[in-house]
């Protein structure tokens, strides 16, 4: 049952209302957003209706399989965004190279204020199988002065956000957004077309039950995350043990139930892959700001993800992140020496 029958759009300006110098053009392109991933939402649910199942036959710059529906997620945001003229440029996943935007003014003032990294359909290798996925976006006032965006821009610490989010594709749409006070949660009613208010200042609990990692990596992890997850699952009722597997393979699945619920997202480095295989700017920075704002840590085991200095656009981490106190104990396994 709703609480109140607050729409997203009316939350963004009450928001923007508690900053005396707000200008309205970030309420604007979270305004943009909105409605890029409410199109988006409408194929993914007739996605098998009108042929956007299954691979366009093409990769991307990762060197994974593009689905049509990435493809067609992509395409969306881009145009949504290239329009909205509050951006100077977009960074996106699916692309090799950021896009620059053509810089638009009002009379004599320049309206390309910020720069958009987004990954448009996170979780998309469970599309197929109707298995929630969703849309991550984060974004940052440029640093250059003017014209189109540049890789300076793009190029930021996680620190530097002002606001971040994900849209989740399941059993209904849901948006989660953030602009440093809070977080709050949409669900969008299909029979009216709006998000409407359903989760208000959401904190993640401290300490959780529950851990989500892929165990089919065992093998490869180092000793120090074998002898945690070995924790996790001993029989220690004092300690609260063992803890519960909840492991969808969605990052923005598994992360938005822990938000809720409390509990422990780990995707490590490994002996193939030390760092991962999770983006920073696309996925791991947008949720850290999220987290944090809730209440919880977002780690890549040694230091804190939002401190990260980029180096690459498409630059991987480890990333440990939900409640608080699990992280840090995750983080005393990973550093013993």
């Known amino acids: 049952m709703l609480k109140k ?85 977009i960074a996106s996943e699916e692309s090799e190279d950021f896009i620059p935007v053509k ?39 440029r640093v250059s002065k003017s014209g189109p965006g540049t890789l300076e821009d793009c190029l930021q610490q996680g620190i ?57 990596n065992y093998s490869k992890w180092s000793t120090g995350l074998q002898n945690y997850i070995n924790e996790l699952k001993s029989d220690n009722k004092e300690a609260g043990r063992p803890y519960s597997a909840r492991y969808v393979g969605s990052l923005v699945a598994d992360f938005h139930r822990n ?3 409390g509990g422990l997202f780990m995707y490590p480095g490994d002996n193939r892959n030390p760092k ?3 983006r920073l700017l696309y996925e791991a920075n947008p949720l850290a700001m999220i987290v944090e704002q809730a209440g919880g840590r977002a780690s890549s085991g040694s230091e804190r993800i939002l401190e990260i200095v980029p180096l690459d656009l498409h630059q991987k981490t480890p990333l440990f992140i939900g409640s608080e106190e699990d992280v840090l104990e995750a983080e005393k396994f990973l550093n013993l020496k």
């Open 276 to 278: 991962g295989k999770l």
């Open 103 to 141: 810089e638009k003014f009002m009379g004599e003032r320049p309206l390309s204020k910020y720069i958009i990294h987004f990954d448009p359909l996170d979780g998309s290798s469970n599309i197929d199988a109707n298995i929630s996925i969703g849309t991550i976006f984060s974004i940052y006032k």
């Open 5 to 89: 029958f607050t729409t997203l759009y009316r939350h963004i300006i009450d928001e923007e209302r508690k900053y005396p110098d707000a200008t309205g053009e970030l309420s604007d392109l979270l305004a943009d957003i909105a409605l890029a991933c409410k199109i988006i939402s409408l194929e993914v649910n007739r996605a098998g209706l009108i042929d956007l199942m299954g691979l366009t036959g093409n990769e991307n710059v990762h060197g994974e399989q593009v689905k049509k529906l990435d493809e067609y997620a992509h395409d969306t945001l881009v145009k949504a965004m290239e329009v909205s003229g509050h951006l100077c440029a």
């Open 259 to 261: 938000l809720l619920y």
């Open 160 to 216: 530097n956000q002002v606001a971040a989010g994900y849209v989740i594709y399941g059993s209904s749409t849901i948006m989660v957004y953030t602009t440093g006070r809070g977080v709050h949660g949409f669900t969008l009613d299909p029979t009216v077309g709006e998000f409407l208010l359903f989760y208000e200042n959401i904190q993640i609990p401290k300490r959780s039950k529950t851990y989500s990692i892929n165990e089919g």
